[in-house]
Every structure is written in C-alpha cells, then in structure tokens.
Nanobody, 130 residues
Framework: VRVVESGGGLVQPGGSLRLSCAAS????????VGWFRQGPGKEREGVSC????????YFANSAKGRFTISRDNAKNTVYLQMNSLQPEDTAVYYC????????????????????????WGQGTQVTVAS
C-alpha cells in the first residue's frame, strides 16, 4: 500500500506543472487524498484535498484560482494541476491518502491538515525560478 508522486521540476514564474499521485495496493478513488507542500524552513501545509465520496474539494487560499485537483480512477491516480506558478510555490510537494475511512468528505481546512493523512509519498521537488 503506497502512493508515489511525480511531475515536479524546475519551471519559470508563470509556468505550469502537473503533479501525479499514483496509488498501488488499494483503490484510491474511495479515499480522501491531499496534496501538501513544505518549503525551506517552513511547516508542511495543505494545498488541496479531494474527498473520497462526493467530490468535494478544498484549496488553500494560496492555491485558489491557480491549482486544480482531479482524479483518474482508471489510472488510480490523483493530479494537481498548478498554473501561474510563482517563486513562493517552491517546495517539496507530497500527496497522501487518509486510509482510516472510505468515502470521507472534505468540508474545509480541518479535513485537509497533514495530521489527517497517514499514507504519504516520498515527495517531489517543485522549484519556480527564472
């Protein structure tokens, strides 16, 4: 049972990246999934989360209007599309699944905290610089 992130890299300000979170050993579609990031010297923070039930989503204020989160159940993968990237988006990005319960709703920031998620990937570096 694990998740693996990919898609990070170096991008210029204003550019885009799509991160992928691929699961193995379980069906990701039934579980809440979150994207988190940790910049240099900063705490890990929730960027976006998607529910395992009704499709509800949460975005941090820093991500609203620029990032989207989506699922491809056939590929057992969750994506984070990031547009209009800025240097302050530079961080290691992690995905995680909450395997404690299926069909969990995401109602707000409280459901998108790192402590709510227990199955973490190894992270992928995103660097935004010119």
């Amino acid at each position: 049972v694990r998740v693996v992130e990919s898609g990070g890299g170096l991008v210029q300000p204003g550019g885009s990246l799509r991160l992928s979170c691929a699961a193995s050993g379980f069906f990701l579609q039934y579980y809440a999934v979150g994207w988190f990031r940790q910049g240099p010297g900063k705490e890990r923070e929730g960027v976006s989360c998607v529910s395992g039930s009704d499709g509800s989503v949460y975005f941090a204020n820093s991500a609203k209007g620029r990032f989207t989160i989506s699922r491809d159940n056939a590929k057992n993968t969750v994506y984070l599309q990031m547009n209009s990237l800025q240097p302050e988006d530079t961080a290691v990005y992690y995905c995680a699944a909450d395997l404690r319960t299926t069909h969990k709703n995401i109602e707000g920031a409280d459901q998108c905290r790192p402590i709510e998620f227990g199955s973490w990937g190894q992270g992928t570096q995103v660097t935004v610089a010119s």
